[in-house]
């Protein structure tokens, strides 16, 4: 899909791509979930919706599925962080669009939803690198979530960030590797002008 076609496309799906965004924001300040503890987590989700905007059509497949990209990138940790399941998410989405589009909203926020552990490496393993690798646009909103992350962490100074942006930095090498499905099929891709853009950004 041209960026132009996709672009069109996003103008024509405008309101209800804004329903989606006032419904996920309204989900985690219904948890007190914060961004760095200075924001409104809907900040994260909104940056991870940028990259939709701006690299979806490198990604895109079809008309089709520009609704559940969107709903992927707002609704990315409503089942990690804001106590939905699988199914909450399905139905919050067929809302929006048929039962084919809502599943495969939901097979996103599902597959970048991490493992149950207490450490950074249990809860990141290899299912849950393997689930990213086989699920349509999943590597490609992990990577527009660790994008935001990472722009985050390198554009605001403080104790955590600091910390953040070296955990960022040690991880990109294996991170990129870990998500990266090495398949010919758009939905599964990593658009190297947003690996650019994070090698910039470190």
């Known amino acids: ?12 799906l405008r309101p209800t791509i804004e329903e989606i965004r006032q419904r996920a924001h309204l989900l985690h300040d219904s ?33 089709h ?9 707002y609704y990315h940790d409503s089942i990690e962080d804001a106590r939905l399941t699988y199914n909450d998410v399905k139905r919050g989405a067929r809302l929006f669009m048929n039962d ?10 599902y597959a970048l939803t991490n ?6 490496e249990e809860r990141a393993n290899d299912r849950y690198y393997q689930g990213i690798r086989e699920t349509p646009y999943a590597p490609f909103l992990k990577l527009s979530d660790r994008l935001a992350n990472i722009t985050y962490s390198f554009t605001h100074s403080n104790k ?6 070296e955990v960022y930095i040690e991880e990109l ?3 990129l590797e870990a998500i990266d499905a090495h398949s010919d099929d758009p939905r599964f ?13 470190v």
């Open 1 to 12: 899909m041209t960026k132009e076609e996709f672009q069109a496309m996003v103008e024509i």
């Open 31 to 63: 948890v007190n979930q914060r961004y760095d503890r200075a924001h409104p987590y809907g900040f994260h989700l909104d940056m991870v919706a940028d990259s939709v905007m701006k690299y979806g059509h490198l990604v895109c497949a079809s008309e």
């Open 65 to 73: 599925d520009i609704l559940p990209l969107f709903f992927g990138a």
């Open 100 to 109: 084919d589009q809502a599943q495969m909203a939901a097979e996103m926020a």
């Open 115 to 120: 493992e149950k552990g207490r450490t950074r």
């Open 160 to 165: 955590s960030n600091a910390h953040m942006k």
């Open 173 to 175: 090498p294996h991170f």
């Open 189 to 201: 891709a990593l658009p190297e002008e947003m690996i650019h853009d994070i090698l910039h950004l």
